[in-house]
């Protein structure tokens, strides 16, 4: 049985900083490209970003994002991580990391076959 589980959310401030991880079971993540989403309220869910299989030579993030977040991949111990640096009221939402066989990470959610339970991020200023 796969399972995600998401930690690390809380809280904070505008400009703080927060690291996600994502813990995996019942599949190894090296042979899946992994990615973060989001949903905040009353919006669709969103991608904000994805790493490829294996050694992650391929790395994709929403503009929104983009130079502030980071994802890595921590195969060995089955995990993957989001980096958010200054973080802002707009990045409040519930993040979620998900699984997919693809060799690129996709954008489109459909595209990931499981998916965490969530943590919430709440940004305040």
């Known amino acids: 049985q796969v399972q995600l589980v998401e930690s690390g959310g809380g809280l904070v401030q505008a400009g703080d900083s927060l690291r996600l991880s994502c813990v995996a079971s019942?599949?190894?993540?090296?042979?899946?490209?992994m990615g973060w989403f989001r949903r905040a309220p009353g919006k669709e869910r969103e991608f904000v970003a994805g790493?490829?299989?294996?050694?992650?030579?391929?790395?994709d993030y929403v503009d929104s994002v983009r130079g502030r977040f980071s994802i890595s991949r921590d195969n060995a111990r089955n995990v993957v991580f989001l980096q958010m640096n200054s973080l802002k009221d707009e990045d409040t939402a519930v993040y979620y990391c998900?699984?997919?066989?693809?060799?690129?990470?996709?954008?489109?959610?459909?595209?990931?076959?499981?998916w965490g339970q969530g943590t919430q991020v709440t940004v305040s200023s």
């Open positions: 998900a699984v997919s066989s693809a060799l690129r990470p996709p954008k489109n959610g459909f595209e990931y076959a499981y």
């Open positions: 019942g599949l190894f993540i090296d042979d899946y490209a």
């Open positions: 790493i490829s299989r294996g050694g992650g030579s391929v790395i």
